[in-house]
T-cell receptor
Framework: AQTVTQSQPEMSVQEAETVTLSCTYDTSESDYYLFWYKQPPSRQMILVIR??????QNATENRFSVNFQKAAKSFSLKISDSQLGDAAMYFC??????????????FGTGTLLAVQP | DADVTQTPRNRITKTGKRIMLECSQTKGHDRMYWYRQDPGLGLRLIYY???????NKGEISDGYSVSRQAQAKFSLSLESAIPNQTALYFC??????????????FGPGTRLTVL
């Protein structure tokens, strides 16, 4: 069974600084996706970034990047130049790519990020 | 207009009442999902549907039922609501691209309170 662990319930960062959120996962699949979703106070779940397991290059989206360590089953999210609008709950998730019954998102418990002005 | 909509956005009901949460999407995706979010537990899958004729139970389906009325509509019902079903409920959609299931996109959520 797939599991996703986020060991940091809360984090804080100063505006304009960089912060890294941790995520580890466990899966027996060889082909899978990893995701980071953001949930601001509006409760909307917003996709931040995704990584295909077979791609060695780390994904980046503007100020957001990941450090994907496949052997260690680690998938951390780095937010550069933090902005007040980055304050939210961040969820790490994994999903098998086989498209069948195992195609479901497995979520971690989330990290609440506060951004200090 | 939002691609995935959920109605109602907030609902307060009493124990034993029947409740239906509705989800509609304009993304043209075949796959739809219902998740439940509880504090400290992340999101957990209740039911999922790969097309109109294909509905599957997720990890926490007890006490819930679903209906896929059309490709664009997927409803979640609580036949007899109980207080521990108080939670935030999300609908999501995804498509199959090149034989692999694509990213899931979420609706705005429904806050359900069962008294």
């Amino acid at each position: 069974a797939q599991t996703v662990t986020q060991s940091q319930p809360e984090m804080s960062v100063q505006e304009a600084e960089t912060v890294t959120l941790s995520c580890t996962y466990d899966t027996s699949e060889s082909d899978y996706y990893l995701f980071w979703y953001k949930q601001p106070p509006s409760r909307q779940m917003i996709l931040v970034i995704r990584q295909e397991a077979y791609k060695q290059q780390n994904a980046t989206e503007n100020r957001f990047s990941v450090n994907f360590q496949k052997a260690a089953k680690s998938f951390s999210l780095k937010i550069s130049d933090s902005q007040l609008g980055d304050a939210a709950m961040y969820f790490c998730a994994s999903r098998s790519n086989y498209g069948g019954a195992t195609n479901k998102l497995i979520f971690g418990t989330g990290t609440l990020l506060a951004v200090q002005p | 207009d939002a691609d995935v909509t959920q109605t109602p956005r907030n609902r307060i009901t009493k124990t034993g009442k029947r409740i239906m949460l509705e989800c509609s999407q304009t993304k043209g995706h075949d796959r739809m999902y219902w998740y439940r979010q509880d504090p400290g537990l992340g999101l957990r899958l209740i039911y999922y549907s790969f097309d109109v004729k294909d509905i599957n139970k997720g990890e926490i389906s007890d006490g819930y039922s679903v209906s896929r009325q059309a490709q664009a509509k997927f409803s979640l019902s609580l036949e007899s609501a109980i207080p521990n079903q108080t939670a935030l409920y999300f609908c999501a959609t995804s498509e199959v691209a090149g034989g692999k299931a694509d990213t899931q996109y979420f609706g705005p959520g429904t806050r359900l309170t069962v008294l």
